[in-house]
């Protein structure tokens, strides 16, 4: 049985850093691309960053230069290391796993080609 557990979320203030884990189960955890999402309240979910077999990422507009997603495939663990957080980065996170772009017809980390989802971990970032 496949499972993505999320922790790591928490509260913090504007300007400080969170890391989050993703411990992955069930599956050849090397073999799929990663990907981190977010959810806000009243808005669509987004991708934060994903991170594909051979290590290529990709990161949104939205946090380049705050994030990085790397893993750990010895402790099939992903990461998501966030600072400078802002408030309106507050949001659910969430892990997610889908086949490589190699052999998806979507790009990593493009939700649709995901297969498999954490329940996600909360971020609230005051002002």
């Known amino acids: 049985q496949v499972q993505l557990v999320e922790s790591g979320g928490g509260s913090v203030q504007a300007g400080g850093s969170l890391r989050l884990s993703c411990a992955v189960s069930?599956?050849?955890?090397?073999?799929?691309?990663m990907g981190w999402f977010r959810q806000a309240p009243g808005k669509e979910r987004e991708g934060v960053a994903s991170i594909d077999t051979d290590g290529s990422t990709s990161n949104a507009d939205s946090v380049k230069g705050r994030i990085t997603i790397s893993k750990d495939n010895a402790k099939n663990t992903l990461y998501l290391q966030m600072s400078s957080l802002k408030p309106e980065d507050t949001a659910m996170y969430y892990c997610?796993?889908?086949?490589?772009?190699?052999?998806?017809?979507?790009?990593?980390?493009?939700?649709?080609?995901?297969?498999?989802w954490g329940k996600g971990t909360l971020v609230t970032i005051s002002s």
């Open positions: 069930g599956y050849t955890y090397s073999s799929y691309c």
């Open positions: 997610a796993a889908g086949p490589s772009q190699a052999y998806s017809d979507y790009a990593c980390g493009d939700s649709d080609g995901m297969d498999y």
